[in-house]
């Protein structure tokens, strides 16, 4: 586990390294199909694993309500990830070529990989990585961090399938 996180409440942006809990393989096998390939046996043992970044940031107000405001905010919010992901995944692929990363988009569908029918969970994944709690609002599943709370609270995965030393290297 490696975490970095800015103490700035407006821009707050956490994110830590966890290696994929085996419960949500399935999943990833059916959202990220490229990414799932790159994990098959072959002959050559290549260390690599898939790990899970989760990242956590805060909004400027809150985004449980549904309207232009909020969806504008989510997207900022999700725009701000995405740049963090790319530039991760130019720093992974300069120490491991054979690396391979991707984000569900705003939607939850893969990003840079192929996109099938089926849609990540930020929540379940939350839930199976770090144990946070979760909670029913207004009919949807929703995240409590400990220190951002859940009314503000904007959550993303990176996913990869690396070496967990790159995968550090990269992090850092």
Known sequence: LL????ENEEEYFEASL??????LTNEIQLVFPDLASQTQPNNEPTKRQLLAIPTYQTASFSILEINDKTEAERLRLFLRFKSYAQTLS??????????????PDIDGAATFGRATMTIYDEVSSTRATLGYSTFLYMGVQIVHHPVIGYERLGVHTVLMWARPEDAKEAFG
């Open 90 to 103: 130019q720093h992974l692929t300069q120490i491991d070529s054979l690396a391979a990363l991707d984000i």
């Open 3 to 6: 975490s970095s996180s800015s």
């Open 18 to 23: 966890h290696i994929l809990p085996r419960t």
